[in-house]
């Protein structure tokens, strides 16, 4: 009988499976393989050797590890702020810091457009680095707040000077924090896009917009297949680093309560504290820049299709079509996400070395679309999904599709670490008191991790809704996004469309900074990872 | 006999945590499983529940073997050591919980159960807020509220501090009393022990060495590690003639039959007197109510006790007297 029971659990495990790794294989892995073999079977060589593909891919490198740099110099001080700071305010800074983060890389491109009219490489570098300062000072704030004093104090108290404390006691104990974040952040610069394209220009090519280039405007698809797997090589490496500086956090410390280690600040201290204020007074001023050029002639004009028809539907239409294309994406995502971290967790929770591996392949190949580039992906589905029936590439469905796999890496990242910190114990007091399993995941798991799965939501909605690598290449002209017609406004010169543009991106921007106040507001950041 | 065990073995990996254990529990009985920490009575317990794998053995109640029965079917109650109350749920929602899973609804039995663990009107408190014999308490209740078969308490006054240990302590043994409650306790605490079971199973590396009355295997562990647990610091032979033991020690009245008997000394078998053995003080604790002394004999050096107000201290020479009431006899009979 217990045998039987065992059987049931396994087969309710491998239903469970179906859907994350069905949806991970047929919308991941198949198109990007594609685009693999695609790479190797023709352009690859001649890619390899010319000299082009090496310069473009110096770049990426190049401006992704500046940005990093900065993103983490500019994180720390407000990681600080977050963690060990108890002002009136510090509430406030962990909703606002995470802004920057989630508005659509089109904004952010253009808001930057708005403050350096040229462009050029030092807006790309800092335009990058105010995408990711959120997760910098996320990540680390959420080791950092559940640091041990002690050890710092215990420096102190030895004769080690503040500085010379944190230095050696405190950076120490971040490092996996750090390195964890940063990989992640160097990830999302290389693979950036919007921001790229909108103000690279001509000039400052990345690997990620060569290839959109390439596909879009040359049709060159073989040489854009090389790209990708240049791209997919270099990511993969990135992200390995970034797990294994996870894992080695997952086992550091055991959460302690945040209030226990913030305090008010004092002395040298004051100093971190205004360096977190000028780091967010810089991350606001492209965002304040770009509102104040946002009309009412702007919305007006949203009702029309810009200079000549420069749209094929109204800027509303557009609007209209994001929300519901972000709502397709979310729900699709969270399907996913959630069955995944279910997956995973009781996965981890079972007896046994193949389980365990199996979960941390699982966890593994889950973040693998955080890296892989939206564009490849879009890409990827242009030349592989034409083979499923009812032909997905001109569904509704299929922008949706593209933009869960972008989301899912977060939502699983958000819920699964909550899952995971259910104590064992509470599940088995369930069951003592005669919950069967599927009924503890319903009476404890689910009431616990609820909060985070609500944030998760509303964060996979945003970032959704400012999707723009794998949207610009999948959305028909006829069924834009707002991110995808804002590109459009602006690659047409016209006064009308400039104003239109701005209007657009202060509407996501205010989408967006509701979005993450609700989410804040749940508290459930708190545990995530983002 | 309502559960029993036979040869109960649980592993993991190579480790053996518990090896080949068999015991029994009747009905209304309360049998408490004591040892040091890491003995492996934890896992036994969690065996019993179900929530560990048996590598061999097995485990009936009533005479049904309960291998196919998974967790939530056994109707066995588990309270841990540090309550695992549901922290989503007020302290009503918590007790009710596994009222809920057999479908009964009843407040009334909520509102009984808390009058009965001393939380009168806690129902809408929010179980965060408990102090932490409070929450003992609200687990407790938590625990009885399905009336389960049987109780199994995984060390549950362990987390407390000592004022608070005892009061429950002895709410706890009442409760368990008055409504012959069937249960398992687990507990590095001998005192703990003594107050709340019948008998007492001695849990040293994986296996039950001895299970017998309170007061038996006190008086007479089976071996010397039982009696080490039991505070046992001394081991000597003697002799047993007409109702008295003579060892080197000196003589005391204890009741075992004649012939040669291995003596195990706790601190309070050997006394501070005014004749004895002689010795040299080598150090001195002050206990709650007396003097520990370690003494220097022309035997060997060993622990006794002294009145709180004695006054000795390192280097004095003084005489030491056999006490009956701290003597065990060590040995199967």
């Given at each position: 009988m217990a045998h039987a029971a065992r059987q049931l659990n396994r087969a309710g495990l491998g239903l469970l499976a179906l859907a994350p790794v069905g949806f991970l294989a047929v919308f991941f892995a198949w198109p990007v393989v594609a685009i693999l073999r695609r790479g190797f079977r023709a352009g690859l060589l001649t890619s390899l050797t010319d000299d082009e593909t090496w310069r473009l891919a110096g770049f990426t490198v190049g401006q992704a590890a500046a940005s990093t740099v900065l993103a983490v110099l500019a994180g720390m001080p407000v990681a600080y702020v977050l963690a060990r700071v108890r002002l009136p305010g510090a509430g406030l800074v962990r909703t606002l810091v995470l802004v920057p983060f989630v508005l659509p890389t089109v904004v952010v491109g253009l808001a930057f457009r708005a403050l350096?009219?040229?462009?050029?490489?030092?807006?790309?570098?800092?335009?990058?680095?105010?995408?990711?300062?959120?997760?910098?000072?996320?990540?680390?704030?959420?080791?950092?707040?559940?640091?041990?004093?002690?050890?710092?104090?215990?420096?102190r108290a030895l004769g080690a000077s503040w500085w010379r404390a944190f230095r050696s006691v405190t950076l120490p104990a971040l490092l996996p924090a750090i390195t964890s974040s940063a990989a992640v952040v160097f990830l999302f610069c290389a693979t950036s896009f919007g921001v790229v394209l909108i103000l690279g220009g001509a000039r400052y090519r990345t690997l990620e917009t060569e290839i959109y280039l390439r596909t879009e405007n040359l049709l060159d698809l073989t040489g854009a297949a090389a790209l990708s797997l240049v791209q997919i090589t270099a990511v993969l490496a990135a992200l390995a680093v970034g797990a294994l500086a996870r894992g080695r956090r997952e086992t550091a410390s055991r959460l302690r309560a945040r209030v226990e280690t913030a305090r008010r600040p004092s002395g040298g201290e004051w100093w971190v504290v205004g360096a977190a204020a000028a780091v967010l007074g810089l991350l606001f001023t492209p965002v304040v820049a770009l509102l104040l050029r946002a009309s009412p002639a702007g919305f007006r004009a949203l009702s029309g299709t810009g200079n000549n028809g420069t749209l094929q539907v109204s800027g509303w239409a557009a609007a209209m079509n994001s929300l519901r294309t972000a709502t397709d994406a979310t729900l699709l995502a969270l399907i996913i996400g959630i069955s995944a971290s279910v997956l995973v967790a009781t996965l981890r929770r079972a007896p046994g070395r193949v389980s365990h591996g199996l979960a941390e392949t699982m966890d593994g190949a889950l973040m693998l679309p955080l890296g892989v580039s939206a564009v490849t992906i879009g890409f990827g589905y242009l030349i592989t999904l034409d083979a499923l029936p009812g032909d997905l590439r001109t569904s509704p469905l299929l922008v949706p599709l593209a933009q869960a796999l972008v989301i899912i890496p977060m939502v699983v990242r958000m819920v699964l670490p909550v899952l995971r910190s259910v104590d064992e114990r509470l599940r088995q007091a369930a069951a003592t008191l005669g919950a069967s399993p599927p009924r503890v995941w319903r009476e404890v798991d689910l009431p616990l991790s609820l909060r985070s799965v609500v944030a998760a939501a509303g964060f996979g909605y945003v970032v959704a809704l400012g999707e723009f690598g794998a949207t610009s290449f999948l959305a028909r002209p006829q069924a834009p996004t707002l991110p995808v017609a804002i590109a459009s406004l602006i690659a047409r010169p016209g006064a009308l469309n400039n104003q239109m543009a701005y209007a657009a991106c202060a509407m996501l921007m205010l989408v967006t900074v509701a979005a993450v106040a609700v989410i804040d507001r749940l508290g459930a950041g708190r545990i995530g990872e983002f | 006999m309502a559960l029993s065990v036979h040869g109960v073995t649980v592993r993991y990996g190579q480790f053996t945590a518990v090896r080949e254990v068999g015991m029994e529990i009747a009905d209304g009985e309360v049998l408490a499983l004591l040892g040091p920490s890491g003995s492996g009575k934890s896992t036994l317990l969690r065996a019993i529940a179900g929530l560990e794998r048996l590598a061999a053995g097995s485990v009936r109640w009533d005479g049904a073997d309960l291998a196919g029965v998974p967790v939530h079917r056994r109707g066995f109650g588990l309270m841990f050591q540090d309550g695992q109350l549901f922290p989503h749920h007020d302290v009503a929602?918590?007790?009710?919980?596994?009222?809920?899973?057999?479908?009964?609804?009843?407040?009334?039995?909520?509102?009984?159960?808390?009058?009965?663990?001393?939380?009168?009107?806690?129902?809408?408190r929010r179980v965060t807020e408990l102090s932490g014999g409070e929450a003992q308490r609200v687990a407790l209740a938590r625990a009885l509220a399905p009336e389960?078969?049987?109780?199994?308490?995984?060390?549950?006054?362990?987390?407390?501090?000592?004022?608070?240990?005892?009061?429950?302590?002895?709410?706890?043994?009442?409760?368990?009393?008055n409504a012959k409650i069937t249960a398992l306790l687990v507990t590095h605490d001998q005192e703990e022990a003594f107050t709340l079971a019948d008998r007492v199973a001695v849990v040293l590396a994986g296996e039950i060495r001895q299970?017998?009355?309170?007061r038996e295997v006190w008086r007479h562990p089976v071996d010397e590690p039982v009696a080490a647990f039991f505070g046992v610091t001394t081991f000597l032979d003697g002799t047993a003639s007409g109702g008295v033991v003579r060892c080197d020690l000196g003589e005391a009245p204890l009741e075992v039959p004649d012939g040669r008997v291995r003596l195990g000394l706790r601190p309070a078998a050997l006394r501070l007197s005014a004749h004895g053995v002689p010795g040299e003080v080598v150090s001195r604790v002050h206990r709650r109510d007396h003097l520990r002394l370690r003494a220097r004999t022309s035997l060997s050096t060993v622990d006794a006790v002294a009145p709180v107000d004695a006054e000795v201290g390192p280097g004095d020479s003084v005489h030491l007297a056999l006490d009956p009431g701290g003597i065990a006899v060590v040995g199967r009979r």
């Open positions: 350096w009219p040229d462009g050029g490489l030092a807006a790309i570098v800092l335009a990058n680095a105010f995408f990711n300062v959120a997760v910098v000072a996320r990540t680390v704030a959420g080791l950092w707040a559940h640091l041990d004093v002690r050890a710092e104090e215990a420096a | 929602g918590n007790i009710s919980f596994g009222l809920r899973m057999r479908g009964v609804k009843a407040p009334e039995r909520v509102r009984g159960l808390l009058e009965l663990v001393g939380l009168s009107g806690y129902e809408g389960p078969r049987l109780l199994l308490l995984d060390e549950p006054l362990s987390d407390l501090d000592a004022g608070m240990r005892e009061q429950l302590a002895v709410d706890l043994a009442e409760v368990l009393r299970v017998g009355g309170v």
